[in-house]
T-cell receptor, first 115, second 114 residues
Framework: AQKVTQAQTEISVVEKEDVTLDCVYETRDTTYYLFWYKQPPSGELVFLIRRNSFDEQNEISGRYSWNFQKSTSSFNFTITASQVVDSAVYFCALSEGGGYNKLIFGAGTRLAVHP | SQTIHQWPATLVQPVGSPLSLECTVEGTSNPNLYWYRQAAGRGLQLLFYSVGIGQISSEVPQNLSASRPQDRQFILSSKKLLLSDSGFYLC?????????????FGSGTQLSVL
């Protein structure tokens, strides 16, 4: 069965600290897609990144980076030099290939960045 | 550009009352539409999706129903609300209905059933 686990319920850091949000997934499919979404206090989820199961290259976008490791079924998200504007709930999600985009979401990690 | 509108933002309803939440998408045609529910401390759960007018698929059995009377309008309803219907409801749309497609979300409705 598909499952996404975000073990960290809440993380609190001080501005400029680096922080890593963990995501572990379970799937039997060989083709699947992993996503990260950000939910700021305004409520709407904002797409951050998508990764397919055949591309294990890590990705960096500004202060954000993602580490995809199939060997450990993990897709972790790191924010470097965190800022107050990074405060939000972050969701990891899984979509299995071959079907429509039914996303299985983790429970989310609430990140609080303090000045 | 495409935008998605969802209303109301907040709603407090007594148990047994009806519900109607509305979502509209602008700037695109024939979007795929979705209703998700976010319970406190839990991830988002897909409730309904629609690939076209009048076409609704339900993902979980529940006290809610959905309708799509127009191409870019998606409505979530209930005839009689239960306490367990409380939660944060998010409408979303996508261009395609394939596994790697990203979703665009509305700002959500916080529903409290008392």
């Amino acid at each position: 069965a598909q499952k996404v686990t975000q073990a960290q319920t809440e993380i609190s850091v001080v501005e400029k600290e680096d922080v890593t949000l963990d995501c572990v997934y379970e799937t039997r499919d060989t083709t699947y897609y992993l996503f990260w979404y950000k939910q700021p206090p305004s409520g709407e989820l904002v797409f951050l990144i998508r990764r397919n199961s055949f591309d294990e290259q890590n990705e960096i976008s500004g202060r954000y980076s993602w580490n995809f490791q199939k060997s450990t079924s993990s897709f972790n998200f790191t924010i470097t030099a965190s800022q107050v504007v990074d405060s939000a709930v972050y969701f990891c999600a899984l979509s299995e290939g071959g079907g429509y985009n039914k996303l299985i979401f983790g429970a989310g990690t609430r990140l609080a960045v303090h000045p | 550009s495409q935008t998605i509108h969802q209303w109301p933002a907040t709603l407090v309803q007594p148990v047994g009352s009806p519900l109607s939440l509305e979502c509209t998408v602008e700037g695109t045609s024939n979007p795929n539409l979705y209703w998700y529910r976010q319970a406190a401390g839990r991830g988002l759960q897909l409730l309904f999706y629609s690939v076209g007018i009048g076409q609704i698929s339900s993902e979980v059995p529940q006290n809610l129903s959905a309708s799509r009377p127009q191409d870019r309008q998606f409505i979530l309803s209930s005839k009689k609300l239960l306490l367990s219907d409380s939660g944060f409801y998010l409408c979303a749309w996508s261009v395609r209905r394939v596994a790697d497609e990203k979703l665009f979300f509305g700002s959500g409705t916080q529903l409290s059933v008392l």
